[in-house]
């Protein structure tokens, strides 16, 4: 996919499904890390379309180099922001990064459906509020595919010195400091993609291990209603 759009040599970052004020927040935290990484691209996915043109105002706003799907942009060796203000492209954006945020996480909305970004074996960073899909969070985070800050299930993937470079990020930190968790968490990612790979992999093959559940359990309904 990467390739197909001449994005090999690009780091992406995807912030889904977003609500206000996640895309201002974010995009300026993740402004330092912009300026100071070319190489690193942010494609953003509002989870509302009557927000496409705010979300492009703030990107300007905060002087960041955005391109926008609608208009048939091309993303650019020094586009820093891209703006999918498309319909039912979702998973596609999912499928180019290295690393999907899924919003209404950050505030109070409950979060948006991490299973998403999952299936298609991207690692997720989620906020505090999935109280709507905490359940699926909790697993996903168990098998390291899924890091939320303070997630007593979050089981972290890699070597012993690179755990205990992940447990330095958390120690490092004051718990109630979630952004700072966070965005931690995504600096690790990006800087070990291949760890990054590994833990979306697990997502992955969670996912795949709860559909053949499922199938088993709709066969054996079938076969009861036949019986």
């Known amino acids: 996919l990467k390739q197909g759009w001449n994005l090999t040599a690009r780091k992406i970052i995807t912030l889904a499904s977003t ?4 895309e201002q927040k974010l995009l300026a935290a993740l402004k330092p890390y912009l300026s100071q990484c070319p190489e690193l691209l942010v494609i953003v996915v509002p989870r509302h379309p ?3 043109d705010e979300v492009f105002q703030l990107a300007q706003d905060l002087q960041l180099k955005t391109q926008r799907r609608s208009l048939g942009q091309s993303i650019a060796a020094d586009t820093q922001v891209y703006l999918a203000d498309s319909m039912g492209e979702l998973m596609k954006w999912y499928a180019f990064a290295d690393v999907a945020l899924v919003g209404g996480s950050l505030v109070d909305i409950g979060g948006h459906n ?3 970004p999952a299936s298609v074996a ?3 960073l989620m906020g505090s509020y999935t109280q709507s899909c905490q359940s699926v969070v909790d697993k996903l985070a168990s098998v390291g595919a899924l890091y939320q800050p303070n997630n007593a299930f979050y089981s972290a993937i890699g070597t012993d010195e690179q755990l ?3 447990q330095k990020i958390a120690s490092n930190q004051p718990s109630s400091d979630d952004d700072s968790l ?3 968490q995504l600096q690790f990612w990006l800087s070990h993609l291949e760890l990054a790979k590994q833990a979306g992999q697990a997502g992955a093959e969670m996912m795949e291990q709860q559909q053949a559940v499922l199938h088993r359990q709709l066969s054996m309904i079938e076969d009861v209603i036949q019986q």
Do not use: D, I, K
């Open 19 to 22: 609500h206000a004020p996640e």
């Open 182 to 184: 966070l965005y931690q």
């Open 164 to 166: 205990s470079q992940q």
């Open 50 to 52: 009557e927000r496409f």
């Open 122 to 124: 991207t690692p997720v």
């Open 114 to 116: 991490p299973v998403e």
